[in-house]
């Protein structure tokens, strides 16, 4: 193995390792967010209703078809 080679070698090794402690470290990290921050994007809208005296009232049917979306800010957007 020429020098060169053996430090490209070593540069690839240290790149997986920084890549793989990053990944392992991101479960940490997402443990640190507030529910405002780990909310924030778009999801799909699983269920729509009303509750009252324990009787559900769907709003869309029991599977409506939609996207939620959150931003950053106080504002929200329901698509269904």
């Known amino acids: 193995m020429t020098g060169a080679t053996h ?5 690839r090794v240290a790149a997986v390792g920084v ?22 994007g778009v999801w ?5 209703y009303n509750e009252e005296g324990g009787v559900k009232q769907y709003l869309y049917g029991e599977k409506p078809i939609g996207l939620t979306v959150f931003d950053r800010g106080v504002r929200h957007l329901v698509l269904v």
């Open 44 to 48: 799909r809208t699983v269920s729509i």
């Open 7 to 11: 430090r490209i070698g070593w540069t």
């Open 19 to 40: 890549m793989t402690a990053g990944l392992l470290s991101a479960p940490a990290i997402a443990l640190c967010q507030t529910l405002k921050e780990e909310i924030v």
